[in-house]
């Protein structure tokens, strides 16, 4: 009967052992060889390390880019010397766009554009979104532009244009389309510093007339602008011509980009 009981007892002992030898083994922490990615590389704080100078290296190419592109750049000591007749308003292709905040007299207004030019054949598109102080129901108003130009000057220092298209007012309680024209100048004053105006105007279905006059200070491809602005209005719809009589008048400010 002794012997059968430690037969048993042995059988459990060996039995235990090959049960909890593998669950220890299993419990123990894993060791990596030095050459193998440990799984913690796929936490975030991994992940973020290793795109932290990808990241870096495109924001340096970024701000160089803007720097060192744009249509006033100066021109290096190793550029040729006429080198520098192909830049600001003579460069043969240049792309435009920007969007300005207006503070009117009335109300607010956001005004966005796209323009580009081919030396003396240009291309401009112009929305403008207008809202009163007061947000009375049925007051927003959208005015947009389509446009082609022609330079009928264009240098190294000033271009001026003139413009032919089809302009666009959306009021809630009218919708108008018509043709517009006019003319518009960039000229430079001093190093980076512009001097920027416009006048168009919509003679029907409604009349509209548009005119600005502001300056721009480029620094590589990123233009500050700041300004006076006036629209006139006539028939823009029973409630829009109401929330705004006498026209829009008021100063912006806005950045773009110039390349």
Known sequence: ?????????????????????PLEAWAEPVTYPPDV????????HAVSELLKPVVEALMEGLV?????????????????????????????????????????????????????DFRRVGVAARVLRSTPWGRQVGSGLTLAELRVSYALYVSEFARFRLEAGAGALLAPDKERVGPQGGLSLEACMWGPL???ARVLATPLPYQQLDGTLGLAVHTGALVVRAGGR????????????????GGLLGLYLGLGVDF
């Open 1 to 21: 009967m002794a012997s059968s009981t430690r037969a048993v007892a042995k059988a459990v002992g060996l039995a235990g052992l090959f049960i909890t030898a």
């Open 194 to 196: 512009d001097l920027e």
């Open 230 to 245: 006036g629209i006139y209005l006539d028939q823009a719809g029973a409630v829009a011509a109401q929330a705004r009589e």
């Open 37 to 44: 990615p440990r799984p913690a590389l796929k936490d975030s």
């Open 64 to 116: 160089l880019a803007f720097r060192d592109s744009g249509t006033h750049r100066e021109r290096a000591d190793t550029d040729p010397p006429e080198a520098d007749t192909e830049t600001r308003h003579a460069a043969p292709t240049t792309f435009r766009t920007g969007a300005q905040v207006l503070l009117l007299r009335r109300g607010g207004a956001v005004d966005a554009f796209l323009g580009m």
